[in-house]
């Protein structure tokens, strides 16, 4: 399509279910200071086309609020194109969904990296797994987050080095205060890790984030969740930061 068409020149939302259907940026043509919501599920060639046309670039689409990426990627996609787009689109979300499991890695790696997108307030990666290394630095790099959402979480590297005894310590005295904003995460999924897992990772954050509540979970598992939480805040070492964690959570009836 000619260079001088604007189809939408006062574009909002643009929702997409489908390929792009052009092979250049006809659909975000005049509409960098209008847009507000954008669901898309790119292939690569049309991450090619975007960053060839400078469709997303930092002075661009700073109305662009929420952001959702649907699943498509292929595990072998070029990874500098990749993070190129997801750090580009995303560059004044406030609202980011990612439902690409190889784009969600880029992103975390391009976020941590970058350290660039200061507007982000919740961040939905439903099909992606965090280890708690993984948590506390994009905590770090995005100092706007409110929410996230993972599943399977673990502790990583970093923290199966130290004996459990002393990570909350660790936690209080390496990272206290993490993040002053963050005050929610919910775990989606539990299958792969235990809730032994999820109750120490959720403890261990509670601990460096002075907003945080406890970690939400799936309802298969809440009880089981409550319980080990609160058992493992009335045994030493933990339960010295009770006053950290409150309120714990409850076991629904």
């Known amino acids: 399509m000619s260079k001088e068409v604007v189809p939408f020149p006062k574009l909002q939302y643009l929702f997409m279910k489908m390929d792009y259907p052009f092979a250049d940026d006809t659909l975000f043509r005049g509409n960098s200071d209008t847009l507000e919501f954008l669901k898309i599920q790119p292939d690569i060639e049309t991450m090619y086309m975007m960053d060839r046309c400078g469709v997303f670039t930092r002075t661009k689409y700073r109305r662009l609020r929420g952001v959702r990426i649907s699943e498509r990627l292929a595990a072998d996609a070029p990874k500098d194109i990749v993070a190129r787009f997801v750090l580009g689109v995303s560059s004044h979300a406030q609202v980011l969904t990612i439902e690409d499991v190889t784009l969600g890695r880029e992103f975390v790696m391009s976020v941590i990296r970058v350290k660039s ?125 009770l006053d950290l964690v409150e309120p714990l959570p409850q076991p629904r009836e």
Request: charged content about 20%; hydrophobic content about 40%.
């Open 117 to 241: 997108l200061d507007q982000l307030q919740r961040l939905n990666m439903n099909n992606f797994n965090l280890t708690l290394c993984e948590i506390i630095n994009m905590l770090r790099s995005l100092p706007s987050l409110t929410h996230l959402v993972s599943c399977e979480p673990e502790l990583g590297y970093q923290f199966g080095e130290l004996e459990v005894d002393d990570l909350g310590e660790y936690m209080l005295m390496a990272y206290y205060p993490l993040s002053k904003t963050f005050r929610s995460w919910t775990c989606c999924r539990l299958s792969t890790s235990t809730v032994d897992e999820l109750s120490l990772c959720a403890i261990l954050l509670a601990i460096a984030c002075p907003r945080l509540s406890c970690a939400s979970v799936g309802s298969i598992k809440f009880n089981e969740y409550c319980e080990c939480v609160g058992e493992m805040m009335s045994e030493e070492p933990l339960a010295s930061y």
